[in-house]
């Protein structure tokens, strides 16, 4: 067990719908980031939030958006979704985020879109 | 860009037997992770690598890092069942020096151990 949590594991919904992920980073842990995986795509990193502030973008869609909380718990928000948005979304900490600590994965977000 | 890339992708070995998988970088970092995942499960971290020639071990996993080739190999030694998995190598784009960024993954190495 990482420390980090995710909610809610699974998640089914159908194409044009919005859906919200969230995740509760490690104790004492104030940088967020989200990854998807997925089987054509593999793991890709969508972005990164550090003390509420946004930090880095990776391949996120237009269509994708997040947020970090003052209790520094993050939001990912997909909206008018499509099958292919149908993976594996994770969420990591660290502490500070900045490229010199370890990230720790929570459990995940299966998101199933039909 | 940073690109990450491994081989083998797949690889079905014997208990008992040694293997090496090899992930290569293409931009300059002095900083890899190796991660396992089960199937349908989380990334569970092995190793961080932080400098050029870090080796760490751990059972019958070691891994090391050498910079100036940006690669790094993970070997199995006298391989068991249980460490059949996926093993991925990523790296932290941002302490390349590209700014703060996420991690690069590689496609990962599915590994099957049969007895």
């Known amino acids: 067990d990482s420390g980090v949590t995710q909610t809610p594991k699974h998640l089914i919904t159908a194409t044009g719908q919005r859906v919200t992920l969230r995740c509760s980073p490690r104790s004492g842990d104030l940088s967020v980031y989200w990854y998807q995986q997925s089987l054509d795509q593999g793991l890709q990193f969508l972005i990164q939030?550090?003390?509420?502030?946004?930090?880095a973008k990776g391949n996120i869609l237009e269509r994708f958006s997040a947020q970090q909380f003052p209790d520094l718990h993050s939001e990912l928000n997909l909206s008018s979704l499509e099958l292919g948005d149908s993976a594996l979304y994770f969420c990591?900490?660290?502490?500070?985020?900045?490229?010199?600590?370890?990230?720790?994965f929570g459990p995940g977000t299966r998101l199933t879109v039909l | 860009e940073l690109k990450v890339e491994q081989n083998p992708l797949f690889l079905s070995m014997q208990e008992g037997k040694n293997y090496t998988i090899y992930c290569n970088y293409s931009t300059t970092s002095d900083r890899l992770y190796w991660y396992r995942q089960d199937p349908g499960k989380s990334l569970e971290s092995l190793f961080v690598?932080?400098?050029?020639?870090a080796v760490k071990q751990e059972g019958r996993l070691m891994a090391s890092l050498d910079t100036k080739a940006r690669l790094s190999t993970l070997h199995i030694t006298a391989a068991v069942h249980d460490l059949s998995a996926t093993y991925f190598c990523a790296v932290d784009s941002m302490y390349s020096g590209g700014g703060a960024d996420g991690l690069t993954f590689g496609k990962g190495t599915h590994l099957i151990i049969q007895p």
């Open positions: 690598l932080l400098s050029n020639g």
């Open positions: 939030y550090y003390n509420g502030e946004e930090r």
């Open positions: 990591a900490s660290s502490v500070a985020g900045a490229g010199l600590d370890e990230q720790f």
